[in-house]
């Protein structure tokens, strides 16, 4: 029952009350009785003025309840003249206002970090309060390579070599994790607050680029005057040698004398095209891209290693697609990747083995597998690293 109903069914039953005691005792006297009646139709005017009084703050709070729970912040009430009355709405009219303005800036803010999050040049996962993934940001999506499935999973039971690593990281730490052997991360786990309790996020960067980049620039300047030092002095020198040899030719020389400079020779001609080759390193053009097919490549690259595997009685053979698969790519770049890449194979297998070199048309996927010993596990880290090889005259520069 309202308090509306309450109110009016007390004020009609004490006016009752109030009739029916009157007209016991005043039926005899018209004119006091007739006063009496009309006593009690004043004070039931009073009363309903003394209720409109009363319940217009609570229909005033009851339509402010509704728009407050519709979301409506644009709901304000006018003044009535009424001192508590428009206390009430002075009151109300400031808190709807703060609440508006609030909920302005919250969707601001929101929509504010919802852009910089998808626009930001670093990978961002949120993760909920278990540990699940459930937000990732084009750029994270990009350098992990994300499906559909691994959400709502924890990142435990994703297989990820660097979401494994990143659920190792403490919070509020940052590592750099590095994974198939060149790929690096630096990954910062933290915390936000959300509905009262902590959810964990993950920052991350790719910084394989900027240290290739800044190795690069270190080697190619270190190169250059390396470079620059060694020709400088090996031309000069051979120059000397070249022209003893020349005079020793002419007259009756000690032949361990002759012989001891033409290794010297030699060997300066070895260590000016050792110092070329680092130098090649660093002039390395930028990949001119051709529409070829790949499958033509092997076909070649496989008749032009085919002595040298035969040699090794290694067999080299051909899993290619029936269809051409087109790629774009740098011909002469790809050729000599896959020359180096065979060079190794065959060195690894040493005799008695097979290469097998396999294309798909579903994929642009290319794959050189051997049954050699293959890579031990404490170097492949180390694979990519320039001047790293394992070879006893190796300059890992393949």
């Known amino acids: 029952m309202s308090l509306k109903i309450k109110y009016f069914l007390f004020i009609l039953l004490i006016h009752g009350v109030i009739a029916l005691l009157v007209f016991q005792v005043l039926k005899e006297e018209q004119l006091y009785f007739l006063l009496a009646e009309i006593g009690i139709i004043l004070s039931l005017v009073l009363s309903y003025l003394i209720y409109r ?18 979301k409506d912040f644009n709901v304000k009430f006018v003044k009535t003249g009424a001192l508590e009355m428009d206390r009430l709405v002075e009151v109300y009219n400031k808190m709807i206002d703060n609440l508006r303005k609030e909920r302005i800036q919250t969707e601001e803010q929101h929509y504010f970090l919802e852009k910089l999050i998808q626009a930001s040049p670093a990978g961002i996962l949120i993760l909920d309060y278990d540990d699940r993934l459930t937000v990732a940001n084009p750029k994270a999506k990009e350098l992990l390579s994300l499906k559909e499935g691994w959400f709502n999973q924890p990142l435990t039971l994703i297989e990820n070599e660097v979401l494994s690593a990143m659920v190792k990281i403490p919070i509020g730490q940052s590592e750099v994790v590095s994974v198939k052997g060149h790929d690096r991360y630096k990954c910062e786990v933290s915390t936000f607050v959300h509905l009262g309790f902590e959810r964990k996020f993950i920052l991350f960067q790719e910084l394989s680029k900027e240290i290739l980049a800044a190795e690069k620039k270190a080697y190619g300047k270190v190169i250059r005057m390396m470079a620059h030092e060694v020709n400088n002095s090996i031309g000069a020198i051979n120059s000397i040698l070249n022209s003893t040899v020349d005079y020793l030719e002419e007259i009756k020389f000690d032949e361990d004398i002759y012989h001891s400079l033409k290794v010297a020779i030699d060997r300066n001609d070895h260590l000016n095209r050792f110092m070329r080759n680092f130098a090649e390193v660093i002039r ?3 990949p001119s891209l051709q529409k070829q097919n790949i499958n033509q490549v092997f076909f070649d690259m496989a008749k032009l290693m085919e002595p040298q595997a035969r040699e090794r009685n290694i067999e080299l053979v051909l899993d290619i697609a029936q269809t051409p698969v087109w790629l774009a790519m740098d011909v002469q770049q790809i050729e000599q990747v896959l020359v180096n890449a065979l060079k190794n194979a065959m060195e690894s297998i040493e005799k008695n083995g097979e290469i097998r070199l396999s294309s798909s048309a579903d994929s642009p996927l290319l794959v050189i597998a051997d049954n050699g010993p293959g890579i031990p596990k404490e170097l492949v880290s180390k694979i990519f690293s320039p001047f790293f090889s394992t070879k006893m005259n190796g300059q890992g520069l393949g």
């Open 284 to 286: 390395l053009p930028l």
């Open 53 to 70: 009084s009363f319940i217009q703050p609570l229909d005033f709070i009851a339509s402010g309840t509704n728009a407050i729970e519709d």
